[in-house]
């Protein structure tokens, strides 16, 4: 159905040229894409075909849901125009239509070019396994060549780079360099520009010099402001203003000559005050008329000092100095970019040998398809421009989550952007570590004009701020925490009026507010903070159930009561949510975790990994106990205590054979299981290994039973999937997964886990934030607000920055310790300023997901103590004006969200009860909207109780023999229980046997030739279309007949016995076929036979049952007298007699089903055609 569009999204719609659109969370932008997409079909004046325009989306789901929205749109207009022959050809254009992801696109623009790139027409994508190994063997034989080289650039870097495991130092920090370069569209630029900074005379004058100069006068005037505002505080207090305030006044003196040093960039000035600061210490207080503001004091002091001692880190040395490190290190640095480039194309060679590319290699070729660089200056080439004539436009959504290659895909597919319409919200950019660059939708955003109407076809930008998704109060919520968090300095980006959530969703109003605060106080208790913050979920979980009708129902409009599936539980990372989950299940809540990491962790996968690892090397104890202990083979500790007192000093799986051979059953069975199983990873791949485990010992089945069994049995089929995978690089027996496996454990990498959830079970949604993203929940819960920020990003040894270029820890030998350069200093505090942009954009994406509810979750040891220093550092500030924001300075020292949180509802209208806590006077900033803020002491958030068993009740007899009557009954039929109603006459044949009977070959005889039933086959074929009387003059000649006539193929015909075909014409059958009166060949029958014909065993009640039998016979030869049965048979047997005891049961059928439905049969008869031997069955006895 038609959308009522606003007037913002009208201009979207009908904005021509290059166009970016800003749509903020819940502003509808993919229902603006789908109209634009229906406007350009429906006008007939400007004609575009839907196969001229592309439209590029971030993920495969996102892309069939606008191919399927499209689709709907257009066929409601053609139902309203049902002879509009425009818009029926537009419906067949749809369906070949562009509409994909970048890979998708990038694809199969290099598959429809390939032979200009010099690729194989076979190529395929390498998944992440395959990548990974052919990296590692990459790696090592690179690096295995620079030592033979003998490089002294090359050594000079290890060198520097410390002794101390160099090789893993290095190649980390060329694989780290290689994976960010990848994401650049001309790497070899990047390295000349780093290159290039290296050889700049002064650091100081460089862009590292910049960067330490812009820090200091960000950080320096909010340290002396909070210095001064404590001032004001502390002369009411006599003892403070005299012990204290001399020591603040010398720090403000301090800060401020460090600020003017700054201001003049005179690096070495400010290295030597640098290293003479000292903050002296406070005078003895004793008693003060404020003992809680003398505490504050203290603490201010502490973390200004703390300030100062980051900062002079910064200015690690003098100029002199850093001017000798920095011509030391540029050799180096070459020799770094040289060694990512012999390893790039090593790996580029291993990929091509294996017809494989990943998804960066595809984006490269399909960039060198469309643009020709030279000097730094990009031109289309011929396929660019024929595209260029191709696609009428060029639309991109979620472009705030593209990276610098895929943007110059973009701009040289729209002829330079001409044709480009771009669709996204930077606010929600969170993929950093997909080297997604928010930098260019900013860029784009600065520099495009406001759209005009009067000048529809200029490059615009056209903001869409109105909020269809969530209530009022929570778009004034994330208005309010965003105004104050996100600057230009704090978020890259300022939170302006523009900017705001609109609230325009049609929502029945509820009676309390839908945004909460709750904050746990553990304070007074020696618990988690994680198990007392689920718990205060799960209160906030119960008491939302028990209130009535609270969600609302979209298409009834009116409100409905809770299900657990409408809550979702969001957290930054996936390290606590099992222990949510554990507290939330205690309460009695159904809780669900969706994590994709922590897969070779867990439970059931670890055992299957132990027990592949014996049965490779049963002499590694670990392992070897581990899948004992395990529910597979169910081993008690007590047992295992009791196998190794039988055999001290030798490996455990000795033990275990001398306990087997002791007479320990258990034992036995276990070491036979591992024999077997050694044998059989010598001869299949890993993936069929792990099947036959979960075949032999049920394990899928017994994980199923278990706690979270759908998602356990997944997870084990899933690791199946991985060990196949595994193959497609080469690693496909038993050895070479475990060493894949072992490389992943090694790096810290892990496998997604599988996923068993379903939409409509009833339970409560754990998930992390970024997995969250495009989804919207009846109530979201945001959780663990309480935990610090990573700063694991800026902890490596090796930095990389656009901008900044490269930088490097250092050891010295001498002094053996190691230290960061400038420029590596300079790339950390790049790195940080942008992490906290992002940390903020996740917020805002948690935030915005909820619909009725939004509910933020904290739990803090000493809330009184972090409020009072958070509005400590408020206090100085003034917050008159609605778009007033909190210091930037104090957005980026805060250690976690939770920091974030306390600080805007500390000067929200409705955070009264933190102010109070504070035991600061703050006066509140300007908001709408409300906020339910608790804080919750840990003594009203007790464990879930325990239930104690309840007295067993008397049994009742009369259910007792009603249970017994139906666990005894036995079913009339039984007999027929396995027996199907309709079978072939030589399924039954083979129940008869009862044998097994392998006809596949081993995997290490498929790649050639016919299999033994391949060849029958072919011979059978032969027999059923060939003209006897021509194959029993020149078989040969017919053989040629029947493949040019394509009743056999070439490998077919190869596979045939022409010498047994001519021992068949030259025998006695052939002179039977030849006098009978008539043949029928490949004769089929279908007939009703009673069940007791075929199976004499069964009851009398069974055996009258009807079976319906249905068959093929070889041929028929009707004779006067009768009907002769002739099967034909290839199989290699020793004698007649070995043929006729096989095949008696099938000949059996066929005699009693054609004496049925054909006439009377006289005879069966067998040919063999290897013993050239016709064999007379006897007739079963009438």
């Known amino acids: 159905m038609a959308v009522k569009l606003t007037e913002k999204q009208k201009d979207a719609v009908a904005a021509k040229g290059s166009v970016l659109v800003s749509a903020a969370a819940g502003s509808g932008k993919t229902a603006v894409l789908v109209e634009r997409v229906i406007s350009m079909l429906l006008d007939e004046i400007h004609p575009v075909r839907a196969d001229h325009l592309l439209i590029v989306t971030f993920t495969k789901a996102a892309a069939s849901e606008m191919r399927v929205r499209i689709a709907a749109r257009l066929n409601e207009e053609i139902k309203k125009q049902l002879n509009n022959l425009w818009l029926q050809k537009q419906r067949i254009w749809l369906s070949s239509a562009a509409i994909g992801t970048m890979d998708s696109f990038c694809m199969e623009l290099v598959r429809e070019h390939f032979e200009k790139l010099d690729l194989p027409m076979d190529f395929k994508a390498a998944d992440e396994q395959m990548l990974t190994q052919l990296k590692q063997t990459a790696l090592t034989q690179t690096l295995e060549r620079c030592y ?119 690096w070495d000035a400010l290295y030597i005050r640098l290293r003479a600061l000292n903050f002296a210490p406070l005078g003895a207080a004793g008693k003060t008329e404020n003992p809680d503001l003398k505490e504050q004091m203290t603490e201010l002091r502490g973390t200004v000092k703390k300030q100062a001692t980051a900062l002079a880190g910064l200015v690690p040395a003098s100029l002199s100095e850093l001017k000798e490190e920095q011509a030391r290190l540029r050799p180096g640095i070459k020799a770094l970019f040289k060694f990512v480039g012999d390893f790039t194309k090593e790996l580029s060679a291993l990929k091509l040998e294996k017809r494989l590319m990943d998804f960066a290699d595809i984006e490269y070729a399909a960039l060198s398809l469309l643009v020709e660089r030279l000097d730094g200056i990009s031109r289309p080439t011929a396929v660019a ?74 490059p615009s930008c056209i903001v869409l701020g109105d909020n269809f998704r969530s209530r009022a109060d929570i778009c004034h919520a994330v208005n309010f925490f965003f105004t104050m968090l996100m600057t230009e300095q704090s978020g890259e980006m300022r939170y302006t009026r523009e900017e705001a959530l609109s609230p325009k969703g049609d929502f029945p109003p509820l009676p309390s507010p839908c945004v909460s605060i709750k904050i746990a106080d553990r304070q007074s208790s020696d618990e988690s903070g994680a198990a007392l913050e689920a718990r205060n979920i799960a209160r906030y979980i119960l008491k939302t159930m028990s209130e009535g009708p609270v969600i609302t129902d979209r298409e009834q409009k009116t409100l409905r009561p809770a299900r657990w599936r409408d809550f979702t539980i969001l957290m930054r990372s996936g390290t606590k949510m099992r222990q949510f989950q554990k507290e939330l299940k205690a309460a009695g809540i159904p809780a669900w975790v969706s994590l994709k990491d922590g897969f070779l962790r867990a439970q059931e996968v670890t055992a299957v990994l132990s027990l592949l690892q014996s049965i490779d090397n049963p002499l590694h104890d670990i392992p070897l106990i581990g899948v004992m202990r395990s529910p597979l083979f169910g081993f008690c500790e007590e047992e295992l205590a009791e196998i190794r007192l039988g055999a001290l000093g030798v490996p ?45 010992t049920g394990y899928l089945s017994l994980v199923q039973a278990m706690d979270e069994g759908p998602q356990r049995r997944a997870n ?49 949604r754990i998930m992390t934030i970024h997995r969250s993203k495009g989804l919207q929940f009846p109530v979201c819960i945001v959780a663990n607000l309480s935990a610090e920020f990573s700063r694991e990003e800026t902890r490596g040894p090796f930095l990389i920055s656009e901008k900044l270029g490269v930088g490097l820890t250092l050891q010295d030998d001498q002094l053996r310790r190691k230290y960061p350069t400038l420029q590596r200093l300079a790339i950390a505090r790049e790195k940080r300023l942008k992490s906290i942009s992002e940390e903020l954009r996740v917020l805002y994406v948690a ?80 908001a709408q909207g409300m906020l339910d803020i608790e804080v919750v002491p840990a003594r009203e958030l007790p464990a879930a109780e325990i239930r104690e068993k309840a007295d067993e009740p008397e049994p009742d007899e009369t259910l007792l023999s009603e249970i017994d009557q139906r666990l005894n009954y036995r079913y009339a039929y039984e007999d027929l229980i396995g027996i199907a109603s309709k079978q072939t006459a030589t399924e039954i044949a083979a129940a008869s046997r ?29 027999m059923q279309f060939s003209d006897y009387s021509a194959a029993a003059e020149n078989p040969e000649k017919e053989l040629r007949r029947l493949t040019s006539s394509r009743f056999i193929t070439e490998e077919q015909a190869a596979g045939i016995d022409l010498s047994a075909v001519e021992s068949f014409f030259a025998g006695s059958l052939y002179k039977r076929i030849k006098a009978a009166r008539r043949i029928a060949r490949e004769h089929r029958f279908m007939v009703e036979l009673a069940a007791g014909e075929i199976y004499p065993s069964l009851t009398e009640l069974a055996a009258s049952e009807k079976i319906v039998v249905q068959g093929i016979v070889d041929l028929l030869i009707f004779e006067p007298d009768g009907i002769v049965i002739a099967d034909y048979k290839t199989d290699r047997v020793s004698s007649a007699q070995t043929l006729k005891e096989y095949y008696a049961p099938q000949l059996e059928v066929y005699a009693r089903a054609l004496g049925q439905s054909a006439g009377s049969v006289k005879e069966c008869l067998l040919y063999s055609f290897s013993l050239n031997e016709c064999v007379e069955v006897p007739l079963f006895d009438k």
């Open 385 to 458: 421009k024929e595209l260029h004539a191709r696609y009428d436009e060029v639309l991109v959504d979620e472009y705030q989550d593209t990276n610098e290659l895929q943007n110059s895909i973009f701009e040289a597919l729209s002829d330079c952007g001409r044709k480009l319409f771009l669709v996204g919200d930077v606010k929600q950019s969170i993929y950093r570590f997909r080297q997604a660059n928010p930098a260019l939708f900013i860029g784009r955003r600065r520099l495009y004009p406001e759209y005009d109407r009067n000048r529809p076809s200029s």
């Open 148 to 266: 033979a080289k003998g490089d002294r650039e090359f050594f000079e870097l290890i060198e520097l780079m410390g002794a101390d495991d160099a090789d893993r130092n290095f190649t980390e920090a060329a694989l780290e360099l290689y994976d960010y370069m990848r994401s650049l569209p001309y790497p070899a630029e990047y390295a000349e520009h780093v290159i290039k900074l290296y050889e700049t005379e002064n650091p100081a004058d460089s862009v590292w010099g910049e960067t330490v100069y812009d820090t200091f006068e960000t950080e320096l005037p909010s340290m002396i402001n909070s210095l001064t505002a404590a001032v004001r505080d502390m002369e009411s207090d006599q003892v403070l203003s005299e012990k204290y305030i001399p020591a603040f006044a010398d720090d403000i003196a301090a800060l401020e000559e460090l600020l003017s040093l700054t201001e003049k960039k005179d």
């Open 716 to 764: 084990l089929l899933m690791l199946q999937s991985y060990a196949e995978k595994s193959g497609y690089a080469g690693e496909n027996r038993l050895g070479g997964f475990l060493r894949y496996i072992a490389r992943l454990k090694e790096s810290g990498k892990d496998l997604d886990a599988a996923s068993a959830m379903s939409e409509s079970d009833d339970v409560v």
């Open 847 to 926: 935030m915005t997901r909820a619909q009725d509810r939004l509910m933020l979750s904290l739990c803090e040891k000493t809330p009184g103590k972090i409020l009072g220093k958070l509005a400590r550092r408020l206090e100085s500030e003034t917050f008159s004006g609605i778009d007033d924001a909190i210091e930037p300075s104090a957005v980026l020292s805060a250690q976690g969200y939770g920091e974030w949180i306390l600080s805007c509802a500390l000067l929200h209208p409705c955070g009264k009860i933190l102010r109070e806590n504070s035991g600061v006077s703050l006066t509140p900033a300007h």
């Open 994 to 1022: 009862r044998e097994y009977s392998c006809t596949s070959r081993p995997a290490f005889l498929t790649k050639a030739g016919l299999t033994p039933a391949e060849r029958g086959t072919a011979l059978h074929q032969f």
């Open 652 to 696: 455990f799986y000795l033990a275990v054979s001398a306990a087997a051979e002791s007479g320990n059953d258990k034992c036995g069975r276990f070491t036979a299981f591992l024999s077997r199983f050694r044998q059989l990873a010598a001869t299949i791949t890993a993936d069929s290994l792990i099947g036959k485990i979960y075949d032999e």
